[in-house]
Structures are given as C-alpha cells and as structure tokens.
C-alpha cells in the first residue's frame, strides 16, 4: 500500500504522494485511475514530491489525462504548506520542470509562492509561429476572438470577456486548448475585471477541464490585465472556489498567495490500477 495525501486549493483538488525516501514511478493509466472521480481518489492533479539536489524538493505534475504538465501554483501552496511545517523554516525552495518556485508562509494562515517571472513571448508560450502574444486574434468556432497569451512556467490564454460567470467555457476552452497556435496546449482563463483591483476568472485547464480555481492561470491573467492597462499590479482574483491575492512587484516577480487545505491521508494499492 502506498501513502497519499487529499489536498486542495480553492477547490483546484490534488493526490499528493510523498515520493523521496521511496521512489515512485506512475504511468499513465494509473494517474488516469486515480484521478477519476467515481472509481478513483478523485483529482484535477495528481502530484509526486521527489528530492531535488539543490532544492528543499521538486514536485512533478500530472494532469487528469495522464499528461505530465510544467507548473501548478495551487499544487505548489499545497506542497509549500507540508515542507514548509516539516521543516519549521520561513520559507523553502521547490523545483518544477517550470522553473523553481519559492513559498512562504502569509498572513491568516495563507500560503505565498514567488512564481517567479511571467514570459512573454512568442516561443516562451510557446507560439507556434511568431506573434505579438497580447493581441492575438484566433479563428475559433466562426468567431475571431481577441485573446492574450503567458507563459508562467506552463501556457495560458487570456480571454477578457464581459460577464465571466455567463462565458463559454466549456464550448470555447476545449477548442483554444487544442488550437494549432498552441503547439504544447494551453490553458484557457476568461477574464472580467470588476474593476482596477478585482477579476473575476473561470479556467479551462489543459488535459483537465473546467476546475474551480487555477493558481497559474490567476498569475497570467493579472500580468495579462496590466499589459492590457485594465488593472494594478497588485489585486485580487475572485475564481469560483475562492480568491487570489497576486502581486506583480517592481522586481517582475509574481506573488500568488491563498489558502491550502489537507482534506485527508490515506492509502492506494497502486498495482490495482489499471
């Protein structure tokens, strides 16, 4: 039997494993298996912490379908909150294949990652094809949508939109994530700012779907909102499972900050996965 955790933020739903006193290796079909939500643990990620060389961990992620993904800020607060009482430190480095993160303990018991800085262009997206990434037009289901695109370690597309609650998530994020200007996918977020200091974002996330909060996807759409001249550099994201705080500093440096949530520990059988 192996150990796992059931965390979340905001409602954006993690399996943790705690791999690095033993190593874990997990296909596909397994990640697939434990994060159906009828005949599995139920995730939008599955998360495998490992050691790291020169880090406090690193931290892999794997989507619902199975893919392995760069970056998950809300999966980073989690793993951030458990290293971060383990160790009894200020604050602690995690390595991603998107870069390294650093997390901090915030006020009222909240978890603060440095995302670190925001890419913008073209083959940081990565872009298939060389484009100004904050007034992109794409062809999708006979409309021409205005849309921006952000690389925060994995890549996201930013769609502001009027009413965000009343978007079309569902029929329009399934079709951006696969759009040929998006080589390696993206994430999908529709934007609606409330005003200067408060979004509103509802996300399609890449090999996942409709999730109810996407920590990545906040710190896009904030760089995304002040390109844009629409919003501050430090405001407030309301998702459906609760609100971000980000802070984009002088420095370029994007805060995330939010709460975490460890819902329970358990035990799988992983060989009975299929």
């Known amino acids: 039997m192996t150990a796992f955790l059931k965390m979340h933020g905001l409602g954006n739903d993690f399996v943790v494993f705690d791999a690095r006193r033993s190593p874990l290796t997990l296909s596909k079909g397994q990640v697939c298996a434990l994060a ?3 005949t599995g643990i ?3 990620q599955v998360i495998v912490i490992d050691r790291a060389a020169q880090a406090d961990a690193a931290m892999r992620i794997f989507n619902a ?3 392995e993904v760069e970056s998950c800020g809300n999966a980073a607060r ?3 909150s458990l290293l971060l009482s383990e160790t009894q430190q200020p604050r602690i480095h995690l390595d991603t294949t998107g870069g390294r993160l650093l997390c901090m303990a915030a006020e009222d018991g909240e978890i603060a990652v440095d995302m670190g800085l ?14 100004d990434t904050q007034n992109l037009v794409l062809d999708v289901a006979g409309q021409r949508l205005k849309a921006s695109a952000v690389s925060m370690g994995n890549p996201h597309c930013i769609l502001f939109v009027d009413d965000a609650q009343g978007a079309a998530v569902t029929e329009l994020g399934p079709l951006i994530e696969h759009h040929p200007l998006f080589p390696a996918r993206t994430n999908v977020e529709f934007v609606q700012v409330i005003s200067r200091t408060h979004l509103r974002m509802r996300v399609w996330e890449r090999g996942v779907g409709i999730t109810r909060a996407c920590g990545t996807g906040a710190c896009a759409s904030a760089v995304a909102a002040v390109c844009a001249a629409l919003a501050e550099r430090e405001l407030d994201i309301e998702l459906d499972g609760g609100r971000l705080h980000i802070d984009w500093r002088k420095d370029d440096h994007v805060i995330m900050s939010g709460p975490v949530r460890l819902v329970y520990c358990g035990e799988i059988a992983l060989e009975a996965l299929s």
């Open 118 to 131: 925001p890419r913008l262009g073209w083959r940081d997206i990565p872009l298939a094809r060389e484009s």
């Open 36 to 38: 159906d939500r009828r």
């Open 78 to 80: 989690c793993v951030g």
């Open 42 to 44: 139920g995730c939008d």
């Open 65 to 67: 379908d199975g893919s």
